[in-house]
């Protein structure tokens, strides 16, 4: 069981480029969570999904964030343009709901850097 | 509101100490709790959980136990180690149309010195 993998591990990028953020979720899991953390806010629920439909997207920061989620193996956070202050650690989870009693699982998460 | 509430750390303890992090929480029912635990460099990983009243979840040495009296889920362990150092969270399901969606506390990060 491979568990959630993200990728890249950590991206170093200038202010003002695009970045994007790329997730695998568990096989069999019909959630994907995305959340960012920070020494200053914590852990921030951005978005969430179920069946590939985003579900809650009220804790993305602004327009310059967007998520997307083409199939069940696959979401992409995308930041564009990238600022200074999106400098975070970004983490993808996902779940089986109910059904798994709703645990999620995380990946290792992409540690960006915006200078 | 519907929250969970954790004692602030940072938390620093020597090797062997007895652990005791506090966690309440507000909701209308009585939602699974959960516990995770992120080691440096990390993602958040699963500790233990409970589903209902009275159940108590453990793991590696960790319990907590799911008050319903004093909507309460702390987490115990009778004698720590260095390797226990990471940040404990605290969670409950929010079933208010957001089926399988956590929500978290803000987290307590226990230092364990030799």
């Known amino acids: 069981d491979a568990g959630v993998i993200q990728s890249p591990r950590h991206e170093v990028t200038e202010m003002g480029q695009e970045v994007t953020l790329r997730c695998k979720p568990i096989?069999?899991?019909?959630?994907l969570f995305w959340y960012r953390q920070t020494m200053m806010r914590g852990l921030e629920l951005l978005i969430y999904?179920?069946?590939?439909?985003?579900?809650?997207d009220s804790g993305m920061p602004e327009d310059r964030f967007s998520a997307k989620m083409p199939n069940a193996s696959f979401s992409t956070l995308k930041i564009q343009p990238s600022e200074p202050r999106d400098s975070a650690v970004y983490f993808c989870?996902?779940?089986?709901?109910?059904?798994?009693?709703?645990?999620?699982?995380f990946g290792p998460g992409t540690r960006l850097t915006v200078t | 509101g519907n929250s969970v509430t954790q004692m602030e750390g940072p938390v620093t303890l020597s090797e062997e100490a007895f652990l005791t992090i506090n966690c309440t929480y507000t909701a209308t029912g009585y939602p699974s709790l959960f516990w995770y635990v992120q080691y440096p460099g990390e993602g958040l990983q699963l500790l233990l959980k409970a589903t209902k009243a009275d159940d108590k979840g453990s793991n590696k040495g960790f319990e907590a136990t799911y008050r319903k009296e004093t909507t309460s889920f702390h987490l115990e362990k009778g004698s720590v180690q260095v390797s226990d150092s990471a940040v404990y969270f605290c969670a409950r399901v929010n079933y208010g149309g957001s089926q399988g969606n956590l929500i978290f506390g803000k987290g307590t990060k226990l230092s364990v010195k030799p």
């Open positions: 096989s069999g899991h019909d959630y």
């Open positions: 999904f179920n069946n590939n439909v985003p579900i809650d």
């Open positions: 989870a996902s779940s089986g709901g109910r059904g798994t009693g709703n645990e999620q699982y």
